[in-house]
């Protein structure tokens, strides 16, 4: 079993909340500093969310079974029509579903 209380770890851990302290307060520091925010910039922040969605959702779908695949799918169709809760639910309900009635 490996030690993770090392010193490499520890500097690992602090390296990576630096960097990402510096990016945060870099693009604020960005933002304020500017009278008014180039229309490349903004479509630029305007795709934040959903490329950051994609993100977290692309390697659970291609990674998990079936019964993942078939929830991510009821929770878009759902999605397009309903707010979020109902969208959680959704997913939440056809995973069960799939699990536990379907075998998946």
Do not use: Q
């Not at 307060?25 to 959903?50: D, F, Q, S």
Request: overall charge positive.
């Amino acid at each position: 079993m490996e030690d993770h209380s090392s010193m490499g770890m520890v500097l690992l851990i602090a390296a990576a909340a630096v960097a990402t302290f510096l990016t945060r307060i870099g693009g604020y520091v960005l933002i304020t500093r500017m009278k008014t925010i180039p229309p490349r910039m903004e479509a630029a922040l305007n795709a934040v969310p959903a490329a950051v969605l994609a993100t977290l959702v692309a390697p659970a779908f291609f990674t998990g079974g079936w019964d993942v695949k078939i929830a991510m799918a009821a929770a878009l169709l759902v999605a397009l029509r309903y707010p979020g809760l109902i969208m959680l639910g959704a997913g939440w309900a056809a995973a069960m579903v799939c699990r536990h009635l379907l075998g998946f």
